[in-house]
Antibody, heavy 122, light 109 residues
């Protein structure tokens, strides 16, 4: 059974940093692209970032480019999102999600974690 | 960036009725790289449809997707009580900057 468990969400001040983790199990983690998607309170879904299987290729939404860094440790079956220079508008539930097709990052997201809440406020 | 516009914003229907949800893209979506997700309150999204018309694993056949280019549709043939939720379309074409529509809420009439 595929499981994705996010952690690391917290209350942080504007300008601060936070690192989210997503522990994966139930599939061959290294062969699938992974993504982060966020949802502000009461709002819709926003794709944030994606990383290819193996970690060689990364993509970012313009809203987070230069501030967030996605990475993965395939030896630990774990996905990360390093978030720097946080802003109030980054407040959201952050979901990690698994790519539906092996290897490629051009894929829908077939499994999602339950999310972790990041609140940016003074 | 491709903008996806979903309509209507809210659909009020009764169980057993047919639901038709629309997703229109600001430019053509490559090779039908279009997905639909269902989200219930307090839950993570669930993949329903990928490639515009292929059902994900375990999705009942009352859910179907169609369309190409800039116009896509999710149809629920007969609404079950558990289908009342918010539905999002997403494009995941070859150019990064994948986007979601703003969502359609299907509520009980």
């Amino acid at each position: 059974e595929v499981q994705l468990l996010e952690s690391g969400g917290d209350l942080v001040q504007p300008g601060g940093s936070l690192r989210l983790s997503c522990a994966a199990s139930g599939f061959t983690f290294s062969t699938y692209a992974m993504s982060w998607v966020r949802q502000a309170p009461g709002k819709g879904l926003e794709w944030v970032s994606a990383v290819s299987g193996g970690g060689g290729i990364t993509f970012y939404a313009d809203s987070v480019k230069g501030r967030f860094t996605i990475s993965r440790d395939d030896s630990k079956n774990t996905l990360y999102l390093q978030m720097n220079s946080l802003r109030a508008e980054d407040t959201a539930v952050y979901y990690c999600a698994k790519g539906g097709r092996k290897t490629t990052v051009i894929t829908s997201l077939d499994y999602w974690g339950q999310g972790t809440l990041v609140t940016v406020s003074s | 960036e491709i903008v996806l516009t979903q309509s209507p914003g809210t659909l009020s229907l009764s169980p057993g009725e047919r639901a038709t949800l629309s997703c229109r893209a600001s430019q053509s979506v490559s090779s039908s790289y279009l997905a639909w997700y269902q989200q219930k309150p307090g839950q993570a999204p669930r993949l329903l449809i990928f490639g515009a018309s292929s059902r994900a694993t375990g999705i009942p056949d009352r859910f179907s997707g169609s369309g190409s280019g800039t116009d896509f549709t999710l149809t629920i043939s007969r609404l079950e009580p558990e289908d009342f939720a918010v539905y999002y379309c997403q494009q995941y074409g070859p150019s990064p900057g994948w986007t979601f529509g703003q969502g359609t809420k299907v509520e009980i009439k």
